[in-house]
């Protein structure tokens, strides 16, 4: 893998945007409605070894595939990253991100942390935005509300929250990468509409500088 993903069709330029944060941080919701009011982005869809939740549709939310089946795929290498996270396997199909970033279309990329890392390891063009929730009380009443997971599964996801705060919180404070910025998800219009200005921000800086 290259360490730059394509950015530039003519006097287009693309970015991929990588959104990260603990489940139940509300990283879903807020690109949603990001993506409802910003046009020009693409919602890269990720790949999955876990159980399909009520609602959702394969090519939607994940691609739903058997363990097999997403081994065989990484041994081809069709993922940008992968990981293993509560048990199961997540990676972020190459092919599609390519595609839409040579078309000078904005991707973004919603995905755990360790994957976010590998990505901006390969891609230094991408941007990393952190979901953070209030507090892990606030996080451990979302993942109960849920009622999709088992006692272990949320027991162990408030495990890696803590861990993955505490990391980001550290890196913040000492000016680290990869992150660029963190957005605590307190209230879904705030955090909506402060990530929404973080990619306006963003995309004014590459028009700025391509001229």
Request: net charge positive.
């Amino acid at each position: 893998m290259a360490d730059r993903l394509p950015r530039l069709r003519g006097a287009v330029i693309a970015r991929l945007i990588v959104i990260s944060g603990p489940s139940g941080a509300g990283k879903g919701t807020l690109i949603k409605r990001v993506m409802s009011c910003l046009p020009g982005l693409r919602l890269s869809v990720s790949a999955t070894t876990r159980g399909r939740r009520a609602g959702e549709r394969h090519g939607r939310e994940y691609y739903f595939l058997n363990r097999s089946e997403f081994e065989r795929r990484i041994e081809e290498g069709r993922f940008l990253e992968w990981a293993a996270y509560t048990g199961n396997l997540y990676g972020t199909p190459g092919k599609a991100v390519r595609d839409h970033l040579e078309a000078g279309r904005d991707v973004i990329l919603e995905i755990e942390l360790e994957g976010a890392k590998k990505v901006l390891s390969q891609c230094r063009d991408a941007v990393m935005v952190y979901i953070m929730p209030p507090s892990l009380e606030e996080l451990e009443r979302r993942l109960r509300g849920r009622g999709t997971e088992s006692e272990e599964a949320i027991l162990d996801r408030l495990g890696r929250a803590k861990e993955e705060m505490g990391e980001v919180e550290a890196r913040v404070a000492e000016g680290l990468p990869p992150l660029h910025y963190v957005i605590v998800n307190d209230k879904v219009n705030r955090a909506s509409d402060e990530l929404a200005r973080i990619i306006e921000r963003i995309r004014i800086k590459d028009e700025q500088a391509d001229h």
